[in-house]
């Protein structure tokens, strides 16, 4: 059935005409047929029939007298008809008085007959026909005639009578499917133009094509209501691409404008925490001591809500990618320790680590993404703890032998969240309360973003709390493991080898002045330059080891000035590591940086252990 229900609408219809037109010519043949051979036999009745009533009616005296002479020679005549294989005379005793016997008798025609000689009797016996025909003188019964008769020559009729049939069954099938196959063009043609038409809409995607329509019938019908839906669909289908341009347009402008907002404030936010920091440094007294404590805390406000608004904007673009880059799992713990120690000091909370033992040395995944999740959940449990303590545990959950789920908890002594507001505490823009946020300030974003980037890597995070009583946030990332090896590198913190050259490159003095004031600090030999043209002549006379560049400037901006130096003939100095400094940190901008030869990227403001660890891991220096 399936097959059948394959094949082509045109295959189809000829064999149905064909079937149909072969079951009429059987048919008729049959009824013919049936009406022939009924015709035959009561033909051949009659003919037995009447020739029973001469033989009978010529041999009355024959039989009143006995004469078998005369008897055997009248039905001896009778040999002329071959088809009659024997002739018998009976005398009312039963005795019988003359016997004609055909050669064509053989003993398998031989048959006892178990009826009366005196009744009019038809007997049919395989091909013969049997017929008794009492014989009456002046109303008495005086003998009778019996006749046998063979039907072998309507065997013979019936096989040239198949013959024709076959003949001209084969010539009808030949005629019809001929037929069929000019007249079925009527019906699929109009249906062929329609699929040829669907299939050049398909593959060209061009829905301006129309079907031709030359009938009004049920095709022409259904022409005129797919040349309704195709119309229907390329009107959604411009409205579609208007609206997508739409989108693709906004979403340019949307990046564009992130990317020069965040660049705009980054830029002078970079400038003030530097600075702070390195005035932090200095013999202040108290009253300074205080001022720049605001300062500091007003600027990391500032650059949480700007980084907030930043990742929701590339999470709800989708534009958001996971690197799969080897990382300690403890170190990077330890930086977010060292991170976190200002606020933590500041607050008199004491930050305790447990780190089981079966948690691997050596992961691969989203070193970056992770830090950003566990400050994230830290820094809201600092901002939520007013005094006691904030633990971050560490397990395996479920491992194999590449694979290993890990469970981080972070847990805290605060304020607690109350039991209805836990379901909605992930939302974006949702805090515990109104006065949570006047209270301790925030976008309400913090939760929601890192909620997206755990499970954007296949985890799950939830939240067990009581109100008063602090709160833990528990989520599980998957990673896959890496053996250690002795060629692993351990890079010191804080720690730089003599005779290291590095050029910063930025058109922002603020900028240049703390990057070469930390650089120094730390034993590095710095140089600066505030433009492209001056850093490229810098490069080509001095021995720098590595370039801080600064990626918009006048004149020559980061992206042409890496293209430049890595297009230069001098291996040396065509390979010098190069580590991007940008404000607009979004995926499109980061992958920019590396298409055009940079080897790693900051983001501002600059983390000063980040850029040390950086430098120190870009040039191999180990401990």
Do not use: W
């Amino acid at each position: 059935m399936n097959f059948i229900n394959n094949l082509s609408i045109r295959i189809k219809i000829i064999i149905l005409i064909v079937v149909i037109s072969t079951i009429n010519i059987v048919f008729a043949s049959f009824s013919y047929f049936s009406y022939d051979k009924k015709d035959y036999y009561k033909e051949i009745i009659d003919k037995l029939n009447i020739l029973s009533d001469i033989i009978g009616e010529s041999n009355s005296a024959t039989m009143l007298f006995k004469d078998y002479k005369i008897a055997n020679e009248y039905i001896s005549s009778l040999k002329v008809d071959k088809n009659i294989l024997q002739a018998n005379i009976f005398l009312s005793d039963s005795t019988k008085l003359a016997n004609y016997t055909s050669k064509f008798k053989s003993l398998k025609t031989e048959k006892k007959y178990d009826f009366s000689i005196k009744k009019d009797t038809i007997i049919f016996y395989d091909d013969i026909i049997t017929i008794n025909k009492p014989i009456e003188f002046d109303f008495d019964y005086i003998g009778t005639v019996r006749i046998e008769y063979s039907l072998a020559g309507y065997d013979e009729k019936v096989n040239r009578y198949i013959r024709i049939i076959f003949i001209i069954l084969s010539i009808s099938i030949i005629a019809a499917t001929i037929l069929a196959f000019i007249f079925q063009k009527i019906i699929t043609k109009p249906i062929f133009g329609l699929y040829n038409t669907m299939n050049k809409i398909s593959r060209k995607k061009d829905y301006s094509i129309r079907s031709k329509n030359t009938t009004k019938d049920e095709i022409g019908k259904l022409s005129d209501g797919f040349n309704t839906m195709i119309h229907q669909i390329e009107k959604q289908n411009n409205e579609l691409n208007t609206a997508k341009e739409n989108a693709v347009s906004s979403l340019k402008a949307k990046e564009r404008f992130l990317a020069n907002m965040t660049h705009e404030l980054r830029t002078p936010l970079n400038s003030i925490i530097g600075l702070s920091s390195l005035i932090e440094e200095t013999s202040l007294n108290n009253e300074q001591k205080n001022y720049l404590s605001n300062i500091k805390s007003s600027s990391s406000h500032l650059l949480s809500i700007i980084n907030d608004l930043l990742e929701f904007s590339k999470l709800g673009s989708g534009k958001l990618n996971f690197e799969k880059r080897e990382f300690t799992i403890r170190s990077t713990i330890d930086r977010i320790k060292d991170s976190m120690k200002f606020e933590l000091d500041k607050r008199n909370l004491e930050f305790k680590t447990a780190i089981d033992d079966s948690v691997p040395h050596l992961l691969i995944g989203d070193e970056y993404r992770l830090n950003q999740v566990l400050i994230n959940l830290i820094g809201n449990a600092i901002k939520f703890t007013p005094k006691g303590s904030i633990t971050l545990t560490i397990k395996v959950l479920f491992e194999t032998e590449s694979k290993s789920n890990l469970e981080f908890k972070v847990i805290d002594t605060g304020i607690g969240i109350k039991p209805d507001r836990q379901k909605i505490i992930f939302d974006s823009f949702t805090q515990e309360s109104f006065g949570t946020s006047r209270e301790y300030g925030g976008t309400g974003l913090g939760l929601s973003i890192t909620k997206e980037l755990i499970e954007l890597q296949g985890g799950e995070i939830r939240v067990e709390s009581e109100k008063n009583k602090g709160s833990s946030f528990i989520f599980i990332i998957p990673f896959q493991k890496k053996l250690i090896t002795d060629s692993f590198v351990n890079y010191k913190k804080n720690y730089a080898p003599e005779n290291i050259k590095i050029l910063v490159v930025d058109d922002n003095e603020m900028n240049l002045l703390f990057t070469k004031s930390l650089l120094i600090k730390r034993n590095f030999m710095v140089e600066t330059s505030n433009n492209g043209i001056e850093a490229l002549e810098k490069i080509n006379t001095g021995n720098f080891n590595l370039l801080l560049l600064d990626l918009y400037m006048p004149e020559m901006d980061g992206y042409q000035i890496s293209k430049k130096i890595r297009s230069l003939d001098n291996e040396n100095l065509k390979n010098i590591p190069i580590i991007a400094i940008t404000a607009a940190a979004t995926i499109s901008e980061i992958k920019k940086c590396f298409k055009f030869g940079m080897n790693d990227y900051l983001t501002k403001p600059v983390d000063n252990e980040v850029l040390i660890s950086k430098i120190l891991a870009i040039l191999h220096i180990k401990e």
